[in-house]
């Protein structure tokens, strides 16, 4: 997959950019493996069958999901050329869920899915992309590993890195590293999970991105003032640097945040105890400009969501 071009904050020329060619050839495999999806819907137990419920509150603020989880949609506040201009946010305290990275690259008969599929076969509450992959539709463009699975082992130049299944407990369950601000070698034996990707808003507050014409859907994960964990989904394309000023301004007591996805691959997937929720990307600059996808391409690496088993009182 082509890396989408880089913030402000990272040297020219310090990571490689796919040509077109990497993209199309994505697209052609995407399109090919819906087919397979669509027939195993009918599959399916009755709590994941049927279309998402509507995507919580039209005029902003947060819905309860279930303790600990929650729905914000937010009013983008600039409005998009197509689309709704909204902002979903899922608010998840790690307190009350685990993380889980999960790899197509984990066996030999993995397969890219939709989040949605992802959820719905390995027990998930929720999942979205984990970061952007290489030509051959498995591989991250960045340091990916977990406790049973390296993915890829390269730690690249991009900043921002999200850890979590801790092997102490005196450091947050997750926590996004800044490696502005903390040295990843004193963190790295701390965690046994890790995805790099590209920093959105440093540990400075400092929006790390510079304004550029290309707009695309988007699907980033943020850690907000309170420790808690946002995976946050925007469908109506937007500049990068637009969407992080438009993240500062929204009541969400943002920390830090770090690219996962963009354009038509861009997706986050909820199954609530009552309903379920399905945000899908569509428009990018250059491949598809326009609102019209609406089914859900196929992703090697997301990063998911299970409950807790909580102490019993």
């Not at 999942?127 to 952007?132: E, F, L, Q, V, Y």
Request: aromatic share 8%; hydrophobic share 35%.
């Amino acid at each position: 997959m082509s890396r989408h071009p880089s913030p402000a904050s990272r040297p020219a020329g310090a990571e490689a950019i796919p040509g077109s060619g990497a993209r199309k050839a994505s697209l052609l495999f995407s399109l090919a493996a819906m087919p397979l999806f669509g027939a195993a819907a009918l599959l399916v137990p009755a709590a994941w069958a049927g279309k998402p419920a509507p995507p919580g509150p039209a005029t902003g603020g947060w819905r309860k999901i279930e303790p600990g989880l929650e729905l914000g949609t937010f009013p983008a506040p600039k409005r998009s050329e197509t689309g709704d201009s909204r902002i979903r946010v899922l608010r998840i305290d790690p307190e009350r869920f685990d993380f889980r990275l999960l790899n197509a690259s984990a066996s030999a008969q993995g397969q890219p899915l939709p989040a949605k599929e992802w959820c719905r076969r390995n027990g998930l509450v929720a999942a979205i992309n984990a970061g952007m992959y290489q030509k051959d539709h498995r591989t991250s463009v960045s340091l990916m590993r977990t406790r049973g699975h390296v993915n890829n082992p390269i730690l690249s130049k991009d900043r921002a890195i999200l850890a979590f299944d801790r092997r102490t407990e005196e450091v947050p369950r997750v926590k996004i590293l800044d490696r502005e601000c903390e040295d990843f070698e004193e963190w790295r034996g701390r965690y046994r999970s890790f995805v790099q990707s590209i920093r959105m808003l440093s540990c400075k507050g400092e929006n790390v991105w510079s304004q550029q014409p290309r707009k695309w859907s988007t699907a980033a994960i943020g850690e907000d003032q309170d420790g808690k964990i946002l995976f946050i989904h925007v469908r109506s394309p937007y500049t990068t640097h637009d969407l992080i000023g438009m993240l500062q301004e929204l009541p969400l007591g943002l920390s830090r945040a770090m690219y996962a996805e963009g354009g038509p691959e861009a997706q986050l997937y909820v199954h609530g105890p009552d309903r379920d929720y399905e945000f899908l990307g569509s428009y990018e600059s250059g491949l598809n400009e326009n609102d019209g996808i609406h089914l859900a391409w196929p992703v090697p690496n997301v990063v998911g969501i299970v409950r807790r088993a909580l102490p019993t009182p």
